[in-house]
């Protein structure tokens, strides 16, 4: 089973993955704009794309659903052995209401040449944010479903996530997403 899954060990799976080269993009857009954040489209102008602004321009909602932490120190395989402060954490929110129609799956964010939105950071770099899925096996989502969400306004009251929510990496978004018939990576 590969670092992203987790039933067979009864581990908690993360709700999120990044891969090396979503990754890189954000190391780059928190030098030059320091601290990030990410929230999740849910459709409208923007399509459903993951948004990345500088932290605090996007006001999280009290019913927003933390997703995960993307841990920037982090390489492909490392397990975080404490939650990412600072401009080495990008936090990704999804909308409560998005959140009920994909929580049965785990988001990958990914990275892919093209234009980025206008409101995204990353709109003048060549590139734009993707999100991929995959769905959580039975075992995954009953595992899941016993955890506690976190939500903005839990947040706002200070409380964090514990490490085991933050990203893991991996080299491409197919590590995360097999697709029927080819071989996955180690």
Known sequence: MSATHGSESGAIPP????????????????????????????????GSAPMCYPSGEFIVGDRDVLLGVVDLRLE?????????????AVQVWISGSQFQAWKHTQLVLDVVPGRGSGFSLES????????R?????ASENDLLGAQPLLVGEDWEAGTRPAPHTSARVVAEAVDACPVPGMTVRS
């Open 15 to 46: 709700r999120l993955v990044t891969t090396v080269g979503a990754a890189d993009l954000l190391r780059r857009l928190s030098g030059n704009h320091g601290e990030l954040m990410m929230h999740q489209s849910g459709g409208c102008c923007d």
């Open 76 to 88: 492909v395989g490392e397990v975080p052995t404490d939650l990412a402060t600072g401009t080495d």
């Open 124 to 131: 003048p770099e060549g590139l734009r944010f993707l999100s």
């Open 133 to 137: 899925a995959r769905a959580f096996t």
